[in-house]
């Protein structure tokens, strides 16, 4: 006979089937608040990443996008990882295809390329290193200066690495976030005139970072935003990547005050996830992402390859921001 629970929230129901499946909720800091709230863990890319490499869980639930729980299939072949919702891709991730980076390696026999963490598993699978938004300089400085690099897929990002590395066998490729593509400088010079003691701090992905570079106080990833804002003297905040970011921020702050550079920089992608659409996913063990061996093998080496090189990544970030 089929016996059916009655909880008194959602979130209890959340955690009951956690427990049932052995399962642990990983959530981006994009994600909205309710789910980041319920989660085990709420990090960046590479946070989820080192946190889905060592736990203990049978499954993992990714409340993320796609590519991100890839990196987790990617990096735990022994384990279930699930996702709320399909559709949850990434306008970036999907700039950049197998054949684009084929033909620049056939054109490029000794050059390397370094594949942001948002992209797809099989471009990772043809890549030689990745890198997150925290790491991107570090992994770049210490390829042989004599080695030409494909960076693929956010310009911005590239951009920023360029400047910061002062390369210049450096090919971008033209890829980038719609949402961190709305926000512009004048967005930003309009909150600092009315909020002239704030500080700036901005995602290396916006669209307008090389024009605004001087207005920043701080370039950071999602997590060295999350950090640095506990730390500051500062009392506020402009905020310059998806709105997302500002719910823990005002949780673990409550004191401060944090501004979104533009309140319409919100992706939809991440927006797919609901409350809801995890406890379907923990019922029916719903939507397997698996990322075929063979791709994942090949996939593994330049992901490993960027965990290796994070032991120190917070140290290095402060000193390239
Ligand atoms: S915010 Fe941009 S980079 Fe992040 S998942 Fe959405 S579309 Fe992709």
């Given at each position: 006979?089929?016996?059916?629970?009655?909880?008194?929230?959602?979130?209890?129901?959340?955690?009951?089937?956690?427990?049932?499946?052995?399962?642990?909720?990983?959530?981006?800091?994009?994600?909205?608040?309710?789910?980041?709230?319920?989660?085990?863990?709420?990090?960046?890319?590479?946070?989820?990443a080192q946190q889905a490499k060592k736990t203990n869980a049978d499954?993992?639930?990714?409340?993320?996008?796609?590519?991100?729980?890839?990196?987790?299939?990617?990096?735990?072949?022994?384990?279930?990882?699930?996702?709320?919702?399909?559709?949850?891709?990434?306008?970036?991730?999907?700039?950049?295809?197998?054949?684009?980076?084929?033909?620049?390696?056939?054109?490029?026999?000794?050059?390397?390329?370094?594949?942001?963490?948002?992209?797809?598993?099989?471009?990772?699978?043809?890549?030689?290193?990745?890198?997150?938004?925290?790491?991107?300089?570090?992994?770049?400085?210490?390829?042989?200066?004599?080695?030409?690099?494909?960076?693929?897929?956010?310009?911005?990002?590239?951009?920023?690495?360029?400047?910061?590395?002062?390369?210049?066998?450096?090919?971008?490729?033209?890829?980038?976030?719609?949402?961190?593509?709305?926000?512009?400088?004048e967005h930003l010079v309009r909150l600092k005139k009315k909020h002239?003691?704030?500080?700036?701090?901005?995602?290396?992905?916006?669209?307008?970072?090389?024009?605004?570079?001087?207005?920043?106080?701080?370039?950071?990833?999602?997590?060295?935003?999350?950090?640095?804002?506990?730390?500051?003297?500062?009392?506020?905040?402009?905020?310059?990547?998806?709105?997302?970011?500002?719910?823990?921020?005002?949780?673990?702050?409550?004191?401060?005050?944090?501004?979104?550079?533009?309140?319409?920089?919100?992706?939809?992608?991440?927006?797919?996830?609901?409350?809801?659409?995890?406890?379907?996913?923990?019922?029916?063990?719903?939507?397997?992402?698996?990322?075929?061996?063979?791709?994942?093998?090949?996939?593994?080496?330049?992901?490993?390859?960027?965990?290796?090189?994070?032991?120190?990544?917070?140290?290095?970030?402060?000193?390239?921001?």
């Open positions: 006979m089929m016996t059916t629970e009655i909880y008194n929230s959602i979130e209890d129901e959340i955690k009951a089937l956690k427990h049932k499946r052995n399962a642990v909720i990983l959530a981006h800091n994009y994600q909205v608040g309710d789910i980041q709230d319920v989660a085990d863990f709420t990090g960046d890319s590479l946070g989820l499954v993992i639930l990714f409340s993320g996008v796609v590519f991100m729980a890839e990196t987790a299939s990617i990096l735990c072949p022994d384990k279930t990882v699930l996702i709320p919702d399909l559709d949850a891709g990434c306008s970036l991730a999907g700039m950049v295809r197998v054949e684009d980076i084929r033909r620049w390696k056939a054109e490029h026999r000794n050059g390397v390329v370094v594949a942001y963490v948002n992209t797809m598993a099989a471009v990772k699978a043809e890549a030689d290193y990745c890198c997150t938004s925290t790491n991107a300089v570090r992994v770049v400085e210490r390829i042989p200066a004599d080695q030409e690099i494909l960076f693929v897929p956010d310009f911005f990002l590239g951009t920023y690495v360029q400047r910061q590395t002062g390369r210049t066998n450096m090919t971008l490729w033209k890829g980038y976030c719609h949402v961190h593509d709305m926000i512009n400088s002239p003691k704030a500080e700036i701090i901005m995602h290396p992905e916006c669209g307008c970072l090389t024009k605004s570079i001087h207005y920043a106080d701080r370039v950071l990833s999602t997590d060295g935003m999350i950090q640095y804002v506990q730390t500051s003297a500062a009392r506020e905040f402009i905020v310059a990547t998806e709105t997302g970011i500002l719910h823990r921020m005002v949780k673990d702050n409550p004191d401060k005050l944090f501004i979104p550079a533009f309140d319409q920089a919100v992706c939809h992608y991440m927006k797919q996830n609901t409350l809801e659409k995890l406890v379907l996913s923990l019922e029916r063990m719903q939507y397997e992402v698996k990322v075929p061996e063979v791709i994942r093998v090949r996939a593994l080496r330049p992901l490993e390859r960027m965990l290796e090189m994070t032991s120190d990544a917070k140290s290095y970030q402060n000193k390239a921001c």
